[in-house]
C-alpha cells in the first residue's frame, strides 16, 4: 500500500469531524501527503522521515512535540509501514486521539486493499517503488518471488524513464492572448488525471508505471521492443515529446522527463529513482529550452553541476574571452546555441536563424578567429560545446549550489 493524496483523502475526511487538533499524514519518505492544513501539503517532515527509518529499523522512538508529549504514530498495513499520522500540538490528556486515528486509519486502508482484491500486486509494486528510491523494507529476493507470482518478470529488459510535472509555482501557459493560471486545488486536481491517463501510453501489459501525485511524478519501467537499446531510449524519447504536448494541452501542466539506463536484473533498479532525478536536474539547468532529455546525452551536464563556480569561470573566459568582448557577441552564441540544438544541422541552423548559409559561414569563420576552434572539427566542437553549456549555466545562477 502507497500512501498519497488518493489512498489518504477518505481517511482524513472521516478523522477530520472526530479530532480537535490539526491532521498530517506522512507517507513512507515522511512527506506530507494529506492534511488538514492546506498549505502543508507537500511539505517534507523531518521528523516523521526520521520516525518511520527508526520504525523500519526496528525500533520504537516516540516523536515528541514541544510540551513533549507523543504526537505521532506509524501507520502499518499488511505488516508493512507505510506512513504515519501526526497531530499537532497533542495536549497530554487527549493521548487517546492518536490511537484512535491510528485505528481508523489502519482499518480504512486494510479494507481499500480488501475492496481492491489486489492487494498483494499493490503492496509488491510499492515495494518495487521503495527499492527505487533507496527504502529497503523487504528481502530482494522474496519481493522477486512475490512479482513472480503476480505475473511481473523482472528478467525482462527496461528501459526507464522519470516523469516530472512542474509545480504550481512554475506553470504559466499561454492560450491565445491571455494566461491560463491555475489556482493549487485545479493544479493537483490536472496532476491527479493526467497520472491516472498516464498507463494508457504505455501498452505492454509488464511495463511498470509507479505515479505519486503529491511529489507530481511518476517513474516509468517500460519493456523493450527492440534489443538495440538506443533505439529502445529513442523511441521513449519521443514518446515523451507526445506527452508533454498532451499534457500542456489537455490539462495546462508543463511536462519533462528523462530517459534511463536498461535494466536487465533486479540490481540494476537499485537507487535509478536518484540517478533519474539527478539528470533531470542536469537537463534543466543546461538545457533550460528542452523538456525531454537522454540521460547519457547530459554527462557532461553532471561534470558541470559538480564543478565550482571559478572552474565554470576559468573555462568560459578561456574559451570566449574575446568573443565575449565582441561587438558581435550576442548573435556568435545565439548562432552556435542554435547549431547545437539543430544537432550540427547547418541548412536547419540557417533556416531557424532566418539567414543564408554564407552568412552562417561567416559567422562560424569568426567564431574560430576570436576562440581559436572550429566547429568543422571533433575537438573544437567538443570545446565549444562545453564552454557554451559552462557559459549558460552560470547565466542562470548555477555554480557552487548544492543542487545535485
Known sequence: MFLNSNTTACILKKLEPLLPYPINIMNYEGMVVNTSVPQNIGEFNVAASNYIKQLHSGGQLPVENFDGIKSMCGITVRQRIVGAIELENLRPSDSAYLSLSKTIAELMLEQEC??????ENTTSIDDLLSILVGVHPLDPSQLIDDLQRLGVDLTIPRTTVFIQLSKFDMLERPTGSRKIVLDQKQYLYSVKKFLNQLPSYFYNQQDLILS?????????????????????????????????????????????????????????YERQYEQLVLRLTSGRLLFSE????????????????????????????????????????????????????????????????????????????????????????????????????CYNYLQAGGGDHPYL
Open 114 to 119: 480488501m475492496f481492491e482484491g489486489n492487494a
Open 212 to 268: 505519486d501525485v503529491s511529489e507530481q511524478n511518476a517513474v516509468i519501467l517500460s519493456v523493450n521492443r527492440n534489443e538495440n537499446p538506443e533505439i529502445n531510449a529513442l523511441r521513449l524519447c519521443k514518446l515523451c515529446g507526445r506527452l508533454v504536448e498532451i499534457a500542456q494541452k489537455e490539462y495546462c501542466l508543463a511536462l519533462y522527463a528523462v530517459v534511463g539506463i536498461q535494466c536487465n536484473q533486479f540490481s540494476d
Open 290 to 389: 528542452k523538456n525531454v532529455f537522454l540521460g547519457n546525452s547530459i554527462v557532461l551536464g553532471n561534470y558541470i553541476t559538480h564543478s565550482s563556480r571559478k572552474v565554470l569561470q576559468n573555462i568560459v573566459s578561456y574559451v570566449y574571452g574575446r568573443l565575449l568582448a565582441s561587438k558581435m557577441s550576442e548573435t556568435l552564441l545565439e548562432t552556435l546555441q542554435t547549431f547545437f540544438e539543430c544537432d550540427l544541422n547547418i541548412t536547419l541552423t540557417a533556416q531557424k536563424l532566418y539567414t543564408h548559409r554564407n552568412t552562417l559561414q561567416q559567422r562560424f569563420n569568426k567564431i574560430e578567429k576570436l576562440t581559436g576552434f572550429s566547429v568543422h572539427s571533433a575537438d573544437g566542437l567538443l570545446t565549444l560545446r562545453l564552454a557554451l553549456l
